[in-house]
């Protein structure tokens, strides 16, 4: 992403220098070509190029519509917040619908305040036209033709990227299993071992899947089964060699030499299947999900639609910072707006969105401290501010994903960086967006602290609820196997798990951030194990009821499971809390290879022990 917005920005760039002799745009056309080549790069996500091409078109028809309208009211400064404020409504509300008008909400949101901070004039309204029509052309030439998606190439490079974390994750363990482990170590390796499923996961993601579920091909189904089981190694053989060392067999070394050589021969299997594999079986014309979604939620629960409680809570608190804004700066109030919509976006608690309005001052305040230096030691030369001002971008959205914070640092230094190429950059106005920055951080906090509120607490607790569902499911599907065709149902049933357990962790993240400290962690810890733990004894259900059904006596203990799952939804549950029931460490360990019984007879017990652990009526 951050390669294609680069050169995106960068082609809009030339081609607006290019044609400026014979047709030459106002200052608000060229302003708006700069931000919607971004959005156009950024928030256009859909599988397809056709859906992609869409998405644009309307995207382009919405923005152009909002500018207009600001324009036309420009005379009238509650006419302008007024219109921005229902653009901002909209914009939040129409995520209910999909990836395509997230996007098509964030491009009139993003039109709506350049333009309400520019004021363009009537007669510039056909340059901001052709300036949209360039941009998003550009943006699409680019995302399908100079650097298309290429799932088979992107597969493998993560599979790449995988194998190479496991090599040292396999390194990390043969080392800490002779000499002893540390603090250090140990989160060493989970941390390793969290980069490699995710990159594994990441591969399974670019194999096509159809509406119901299952793979669109043979060949990929074949590779998603080698990743799970290359998930599944690894699981086993990190889970062995943590266990202390008072709760290990004597044959503990052997036991976690013999697992790291499984998981090297796991390793093996799926790089040869991905090897194998033709680039045909990556390929996809899957547009998405074509569920209807309704217009309105339905009657009695339009408080509890996320969708409409967060439209409703951005744009108050855009109100309260259009505001405060208005009232330090009536030329750079927008700063604040656009803080107060920001910080909301991706977040599900008022927690969530705390974390992310620390992240955002905190990269706001280093960028301005960095950018006043370098862009007083730049001096507004042109060559040298171009190059920056790249490597910023660029580093801005590769950083995106990884840290709000970093993304936040890069673009605060590349605005300092433009304004002095603009001639008008002063301490004085870097340190007014810190403030209009703070402005909009503290009305959304105030709002999602008072106006509809999510705890943490309370969407963690949702979270965990799907995920108990999504076992469940696959308890169920286990239980009604016949043994035939099992491989593929089992397996999604097995990766919706994963998908609820990384709900869980975004849910319980605000609790586990830089911003929590000591005890506050302690618990969503506690939690997180316990959740891999049923996890991982999912994924070897899954994979050993893929070509059989269960006998007699292991569908009684699933049923029991399922029993305790159903019990502690009416008494609750809390996977946070201590226990009273013993520690999962005196359970006993998985050997790599033992006989499929040994393996479900495992996983079986491990589920309702932590099962027993997460029971309130087991607790305090």
Known sequence: MASRTLLTVALVCL?????????????????????TAIQGTVAVKDATARVRTGTRVYAAICGFAVIASITLADQSLLAVNTLLLVVIFLAVYARRFGTRWQAIGMFAFMCGVITAFLKPQDAQLSDIALALCISGFIAHSVRNFVLPDRPDIDCRHAMKAATALIEKLSEQIRISTESGWTVASKKAAIDLEELARDNVLLCESYLPVAHAGTFDNERAGLLAMRLFELQL???????????????????????????????????????????????????????????????VPANGQWLDDKFLRQAIQVTIASAFAMVGGLILSPERWFWAVLTAFLIFSNTQSRGDLAVRALNRTLG??????????????????????????????????????????AMTFFITVAISLVYGLLGVFTPGLLVLRLEETAVGVAAGIFVSRFVLPVSTVTQARLAMDGFM???????????????????????????????????????????????????????????????????HCGHILAREYAGKSPSANEIEQLRSIRMELASQKIHGRDMS????????????????????????????????????????????
């Open 15 to 35: 081609i607006l220098a290019a044609v400026h002799p014979w047709l030459p745009m106002s200052a608000p056309a060229y302003a708006v070509a700069m931000i």
């Open 364 to 405: 706001t305040a280093i960028g301005i401290c960095f950018g006043i230096g370098l862009a007083t030691l730049v001096n507004g030369e042109l060559y040298p501010t171009i190059i920056l001002v790249a490597i910023c971008i660029f580093s801005a959205f590769y950083l995106s994903s990884l840290s709000y914070s």
């Open 469 to 535: 569902q999504a076992l469940d499911h696959l308890l169920e599907a286990i239980v009604n196997a016949d043994g035939s065709e099992n491989r593929a149902s089992l397996l999604t049933d097995a990766r919706r798990l994963d998908t609820e357990q990384a709900n869980v962790r975004t849910a319980a993240a605000p609790m586990q951030s830089q911003w929590a400290f000591g005890l506050a962690q302690e618990g969503p810890r506690r939690a997180m194990m316990r959740v891999s733990m049923l996890v």
């Open 233 to 295: 190694a690894m699981e086993t053989t990190l889970s062995t060699a943590l266990r202390p060392i008072e709760k290990r067999s004597s044959n503990c070394l052997s036991t976690v030499t013999d697992n790291l050589q499984f998981l090297a021969r796991a390793k093996e299997k799926a790089e040869a299947t991905m090897a194998s594999s033709p680039a045909h079986s990556f390929s996809t014309t899957i547009d998405g999900n074509k569920n209807q979604i309704p217009l």
């Open 577 to 620: 809390g201590r226990s009273r029931v013993a520690d999962m460490a005196d359970l006993p360990e998985l050997e790599v290879e033992p006989s499929s019984d040994g393996k479900v007879d495992y996983a079986l017990r491990n589920i309702m022990h932590v099962l027993r652990q997460a029971d309130i009526r087991n607790q305090g």
